[in-house]
Nanobody, 128 residues
Framework: QVQLVESGGGLVQPGGSLRLSCAASGFNLDSYAIGWFRQAPGKEREGVSCINYSDRSTYYADSVKGRFTISRDNAKNTVYLQMNSLKTEDTSVYYC?????????????????????WGQGTRVTVSS
């Protein structure tokens, strides 16, 4: 089967950390641009962080820059999002997506439209 599966979400206090995982099955991520997105109730979808496997470039939204880090493990066919110094504003459902045609991380994270694959999402709740 071809799918992306997110994991690692949960409840964390402000200032805490979580690591999200996006595991691909049925295809190899090394030919794709990969992105983490979030959409909280009442808000538009936001491209949080994206990575391009081919040139190893990365992108971070201003709201998370300096706090989040995107990385990959080729052997595990998995992309991670390390989230540190979490704020209540980070509360959302987080989704990963992959696309084989988008060539820049800026486009992957900022241009709305088709993506080849979407995961089901994992919930992140930042609350005391």
């Amino acid at each position: 089967q071809v799918q992306l599966v997110e994991s690692g979400g949960g409840l964390v206090q402000p200032g805490g950390s979580l690591r999200l995982s996006c595991a691909a099955s049925g295809f190899n991520l090394d030919s794709y641009a990969i992105g983490w997105f979030r959409q909280a109730p009442g808000k538009e979808r936001e491209g949080v962080s994206c990575i391009n496997y081919s040139d190893r470039s990365t992108y971070y939204a201003d709201s998370v820059k300096g706090r989040f880090t995107i990385s990959r493990d080729n052997a595990k066919n998995t992309v991670y999002l390390q989230m540190n110094s979490l704020k209540t504003e980070d509360t959302s459902v987080y989704y990963c997506a992959a696309d084989g045609a988008i060539t820049t991380v800026q486009a992957m994270c900022n241009i709305r439209g088709h993506r080849d694959f979407w995961g089901q999402g994992t919930r992140v709740t930042v609350s005391s």
